[in-house]
């Protein structure tokens, strides 16, 4: 069975604190997201990598930065977490090639007081 | 700039009754997603829409894709208890790099069946 595990359910964390978010992937995706999700605004994307060692960014990378050292592994990092940054965090993964729907983890709520 | 639209944002129904959840899209796109998000729980897929005039179905809901009209539909079928949910359309935004697609979400149709 596909699994995507993100390392955490729920975090708080204090303004200015480092943060790391954890996803692992065992289906050997090539492509893995993150997301987050907020009440009235849906899912929108953070960041994405459709290789090692590679990202983009999505649609609101501010104040986020991701590595991907190993191919099952994909690091959500927030440099000086703050309270706008206070979400639930959903990291995803997919195959390279057509038809690629995603696999998500189930979520971290984080938040920042 | 992609957008990606749903209506209705809140539906309550009765079981038994028909309704149909809407998705509209700004850009040209051939792929289109449903996913499903159950309280408290992660997105589980649906429904992968490839072509124009893609329609496909499992169990009570049929999904369907009109890339001319930039327009992908829901449709459920006497609702039942069980399909209460958050219903989410996707649309591919585009290639990027090497083999990725960016998908951008709607923000998402919270479905309340009643008995």
């Known amino acids: 069975d596909v699994k995507v595990t993100q390392s955490s359910r729920y975090l708080v964390k204090r303004t200015g604190e480092k943060v790391f978010l954890e996803c692992v992937q065992d289906m050997d995706h090539e492509n893995m997201f993150w997301y987050r999700q907020d009440p009235g605004l849906g899912l929108r994307l953070i960041y994405f990598s459709y290789d090692v060692k590679m990202k983009e960014k999505g649609d609101i990378p501010e104040g986020y930065s991701v590595s991907r050292e190993k191919k099952e592994r994909f690091s959500l990092i927030l440099e000086s977490a703050s309270t706008n940054q206070t979400s639930m965090y959903l990291c995803a993964s997919s195959e390279a090639g057509a038809n690629e729907k995603l696999f998500f983890g189930s979520g971290t709520q984080l938040s920042v007081l | 700039e992609l957008k990606v639209e749903q209506n209705p944002l809140f539906l309550s129904m009765q079981e038994g009754k028909n309704y149909t959840i809407y998705c509209n899209y700004s850009?040209?796109?051939?792929?289109l997603y449903w996913y499903r998000q159950d309280p408290g729980k992660s997105l589980e897929s649906l429904f992968v829409l490839l072509s124009n005039g893609a329609v496909k179905q499992e169990g009570r809901l049929m999904a369907s894709l009109d890339t001319k009209a930039r327009l992908s539909t829901l449709h459920i079928t006497a609702a039942v208890h069980d399909l209460s949910a958050t219903y989410f359309c996707a649309v591919e935004g585009g290639k990027s790099g090497g083999s990725n697609y960016k998908l951008t979400f709607g923000k998402g149709t919270l479905l309340t069946v009643n008995p």
């Open positions: 850009t040209t796109s051939d792929r």
